[in-house]
């Protein structure tokens, strides 16, 4: 697995996989904001065919308002991606962008209340996708 991510592999279809992570998204405290169906669009602009797959881009308003607040070139790395990827037709991996990735690209290097606040946006937004993806194992 990736060092970028945090990932849970299901034994559960896509399709049920899909829905039940925007449930637990939503358990979290988490919109989707975006939504890119990789399956179909790289069909329709390449004509390829891969894996179905998802990319919902998860947002929770708070902790992006917090974080705006500090930095506002943190807008480039929101929303949370949350990918949900069909292996075969009954095992499904999800992954969510790790929020403590950011602090690798300087954001919560500063000393003080900015780099603090940044370094706990991170942990609770981590913290809540970590949950959200726990509970998907839990509910198969």
Same mark, same amino acid.
């Given at each position: 697995?990736?060092?970028y991510t945090i990932t849970?592999? %299901? *034994? #559960? =279809?896509?399709?049920?996989t899909v829905a039940a992570v925007r449930e637990q998204l939503a358990e979290a405290g988490f919109g989707i904001l975006t939504e890119i169906d990789l399956k179909e669009t790289l069909k329709k602009? %390449?004509?390829v065919d891969v894996v179905p797959q998802v990319i919902l881009g998860a947002c #929770? =308003?708070? /902790?992006?308002?917090q974080a705006l607040q500090v930095e506002p070139s943190i807008a480039a790395l929101l929303p949370c991606?949350?990918?949900? #990827?069909? /292996?075969?037709?009954?095992?499904t991996v999800v992954e969510a962008f790790d929020p403590d990735v950011m602090m690798t690209v300087g954001l919560g290097d500063a *000393?003080?209340?900015g780099g603090d606040a940044i370094r706990a946006v991170a @942990? *609770?937004?981590r913290e809540r996708l970590s @949950?959200? /993806?726990a509970a998907l194992e839990g509910t198969a």
């Open positions: 697995m990736s060092s849970t592999t %299901l *034994d #559960r =279809p896509y399709d049920e602009k %390449l004509d #929770r =308003p708070q /902790l992006a308002h991606n949350v990918v949900v #990827r069909a /292996l075969d037709d009954t095992t *000393d003080g209340p @942990a *609770d937004a @949950a959200a /993806l």
